[in-house]
């Protein structure tokens, strides 16, 4: 199980840090991946990282402006976004890999989700 948190109404340009708190699972084995899906649009994967935190993925659109982290201690995955533009409103949902120590990054092969958080940035 997954839920998410963190999500709000924020200015362009500023900053928000998405939580993902998994329970029932191995989380300290999987991989976690960061979705989003803007009114009208088909859910897009934005980020994601493996089991062990070495290997990390981000889209083109938020490179260099979002940080994806996972806490194995804390069975909790973030998101950091900062210099938030407009096209960033969507609902955020995190997503744990089918399976256990995959050693890259899937851009598809997710099993369990959250409720997801709505984002919303304001111009």
């Known amino acids: 199980q997954l839920a998410e948190s963190g999500g709000g109404l924020v200015q362009a340009g500023g900053s928000l840090r998405l939580s993902c708190v998994a329970s029932g699972y191995a989380f300290s084995s999987h991989g976690m991946g960061w979705f989003r899906q803007a009114p009208g649009k088909e859910r897009e994967f934005i980020a994601g990282i493996t089991w062990n935190s070495e290997v990390v993925y981000y889209k083109d659109v938020v490179k260099g402006r979002f940080t994806i982290s996972k806490e194995n201690d804390k069975n909790t995955l973030y998101l950091q976004m900062n210099a938030l533009k407009p096209e960033d409103t969507a609902v955020y949902y995190c997503?744990?890999?089918?399976?256990?120590?995959?050693?890259?990054?899937?851009?598809?092969?997710?099993?369990?989700w959250g409720q997801g958080t709505q984002v919303t940035v304001s111009s």
């Open positions: 997503a744990a890999d089918s399976y256990r120590s995959r050693p890259y990054i899937t851009h598809q092969d997710y099993d369990s």
